[in-house]
């Protein structure tokens, strides 16, 4: 129990340098409505919690951004923001799935959980992907859409290798 606390730190503090880079609204949209719909064709739960995790992760992104701009600045606002962000994934699927730990590698931890933090940290780690890659060309992006795609890419990658080695 206490590892799946030490791992939403870990992904905060992934998150810290990365706090003004929020994908489009169309997109975030676009995962939300798709997370159903993947439950529903029967993807597995780990996959579901990749991508339930990259858009919560998102969805803080864009609170911190909401709270910036009416002016909302306290001690540890981005921190708060983000943990409250991630620890409502367990809201989303409340009563679908039932809490059943298990020994993961070196974590006692439920694999949807798991999934979950692990889809927040690519999508914080894809952004600074990205926010290095259009310092290093200039301060542009090498094609358009290159901030979409990134994140895609990884979460598709990620969700393929969970597919094939379930936990």
Not at 48 to 69: S, T
Not at 99 to 127: H, M, N, R, T
Request: aromatic share 18%; net charge neutral; hydrophobic share 60%.
């Amino acid at each position: 129990m206490y590892w799946g606390l030490f791992c939403g730190l870990g992904v905060l503090f992934l998150a810290k340098a990365a706090w003004a880079n929020p994908a489009c609204v169309v997109c975030t949209v676009a995962i939300g409505a798709s997370l159903e719909l993947a439950r529903a064709l029967g993807i597995s739960d780990e996959v579901v919690g990749l991508w339930a995790g990259a858009l919560f992760a998102l969805l803080g992104y864009w609170l911190i951004l909401w709270f910036e701009r009416k002016g909302w600045r306290f001690a540890g606002r981005d921190w708060v923001l983000m943990a409250l962000s991630l620890a409502s994934i367990g809201f989303m699927y409340m009563g679908e799935l039932e809490y059943s730990p298990q020994i993961i590698g070196c974590f006692y931890i439920d694999s949807f959980l798991l999934a979950a933090l692990a889809g927040a940290a690519l999508y914080v780690v894809s952004q600074k992907l990205y926010a290095y890659m259009k310092a290093a060309n200039g301060g542009h992006a090498h094609f358009p859409f290159e901030k979409v795609a990134l994140p895609l890419v990884m979460l598709a990658g990620a969700s393929w290798w969970v597919n094939l080695y379930t936990f």
